[in-house]
């Protein structure tokens, strides 16, 4: 079945410094969501991309999908505190929409 | 935020015991989920209703048994639970059942702990 990786799974950055964390399929993807869980919360949704090579940015959260369709990244510029979270990409196939969510990337920030 | 609530927000049962999770979602959305969060694991995704109508079962023990009465109730029957069934249970809506087309709106979540 498909399957969904991050890495790194944790992460501890220092306050002002940059946070990227990398998404991974055994699959072609139809397309790619990104979640954040903040501690004891639930997932949110972020943000979704559809093409190839595709990048979006949101302030300080850049995400891109591969020119292959089969990797992704969320990356962030100077983290703040509320930054700190998991971050979940989730993937789905096509001709099968199920949503396979990655093993998420913890990001704890240090003030 | 409301759009998906959960309750019980907490939960301790017993491994003889029976109890319900309740999900209500108040975006009008067709789809609904039941998600297990266990530690150091991926979102495991339980079962999926569309319409009211059962579309995927992920080989989940029968231990497990969800009931949809409408598009905006979504119930988690538990009986005879094992320790390991220990987690946080999300429920979680989206506009159609294609999950990856459209984002999934998820609820607070049930913290269930068997003892």
């Known amino acids: 079945g498909q399957q969904v990786m991050q890495i790194p799974q944790y992460q501890h950055v220092q306050e002002g410094e940059d946070f990227t964390t990398y998404c991974n399929s055994s699959?072609?993807?139809?397309?790619i969501q990104w979640y954040k869980q903040r501690p004891g919360g639930h997932p949110v949704f972020l943000i979704q991309?559809?093409?190839?090579?595709e990048v979006k940015k949101q302030k300080r959260l850049t995400f891109q999908f591969g020119e292959a369709k089969k990797n992704s990244s969320l990356h962030i510029t100077a983290t703040q505190t509320t930054d700190v979270g998991t971050y979940f990409c989730?993937?789905?196939?096509?001709?099968?929409?199920?949503?396979?969510f990655g093993t998420g990337t913890r990001l704890t920030i240090i003030p | 935020e409301t759009g998906v609530t959960q309750t019980p927000r907490h939960l301790v049962m017993g491994m003889t015991n029976k109890k319900s999770l309740k999900c209500e979602q108040h975006?009008?959305?067709?789809?609904m989920y039941w998600y297990k969060q266990s530690a150091k694991k991926p979102l495991e995704l339980m079962f999926v209703?569309?319409?009211?109508?059962?579309?995927e079962n992920n080989s989940v023990p029968s231990r497990f048994s969800p009931e949809c009465p409408n598009s905006s109730h979504l119930f988690l029957h538990l009986h005879t639970l094992q320790p390991e069934d220990s987690a946080l249970y999300l429920c979680?809506?989206?506009?159609?059942?294609?999950?990856?087309?459209?984002?999934?709106?998820f609820g607070p979540g049930t913290r269930l702990t068997v003892t």
């Open positions: 979680a809506s989206s506009q159609d059942v294609r999950q990856g087309t459209y984002e999934q709106y």
């Open positions: 975006l009008g959305h067709n789809a």
């Open positions: 989730a993937g789905s196939n096509f001709g099968n929409e199920k949503l396979t």
């Open positions: 209703y569309s319409l009211e109508e059962r579309v």
């Open positions: 699959t072609t993807l139809s397309n």
């Open positions: 991309l559809v093409k190839s090579g």
